[in-house]
């Protein structure tokens, strides 16, 4: 099924092919951080996931917690956006550790919305006790269907708050 933009979203770019949409999993702290600088990361900074992305794709990330390694439970969506043209990137954030990152365009107005209420609604949890297994990769395409799901929590979150 050919997917849509989100609302708001022009494709940054002509798209040949239709733009997919992915679930990226990460601290809401690391979130927080892409968001305010206009990139993504997964997967402890591995290139390969970044580059299953076109420009054009929609992602939403998913943070099981607040802060990297933390025991707290946050289970939310917390960041909402459009991949931007260009290639992953390496970026030395120093002590050895290079990264690969994307640029994204982040939604502004979407806010933070808890994954529980979604979750016998969204085709990858719908029904499974252990939804959470599928999010172990770090990024997981996901459906049209799903994203909208999302979006929409995340833009009525907005609104109430």
Not at 3 to 24: D, H, I, R
Not at 65 to 76: E, V
Not at 111 to 128: C, M, N, V
Not at 131 to 153: H, K, N, P, S, V
């Amino acid at each position: 099924m050919a997917t849509m933009p989100l609302p708001g979203f022009e494709p940054p770019v002509s798209l040949a092919c239709p733009a997919g949409n992915w679930l990226a999993v990460a601290s809401a702290e690391h979130v927080r951080l892409g968001r305010a600088q206009g990139f993504m990361q997964v997967c402890h900074g591995k290139v390969a996931p970044l580059r299953r992305l076109r420009a054009g794709d929609q992602v939403v990330y998913y943070s099981p917690s607040t802060r990297f390694g933390g025991g707290d439970r946050l289970q939310a969506f917390t960041a909402l956006g459009q991949v931007l043209p260009g290639e992953p990137y390496a970026f030395d954030m120093g002590g050895g550790f290079v990264p690969h990152r994307r640029d994204v365009a982040w939604r502004a107005e979407a806010s933070e919305a808890g994954i529980q209420p979604l979750l016998p609604h969204l085709s990858f949890s719908a029904g499974r006790a252990h939804w959470g297994y599928a999010l172990r990769f770090g990024l997981l395409a996901i459906t049209a269907e799903d994203m909208d799901l999302i979006a929409a929590a995340m833009f009525n979150a907005s609104k109430a708050a």
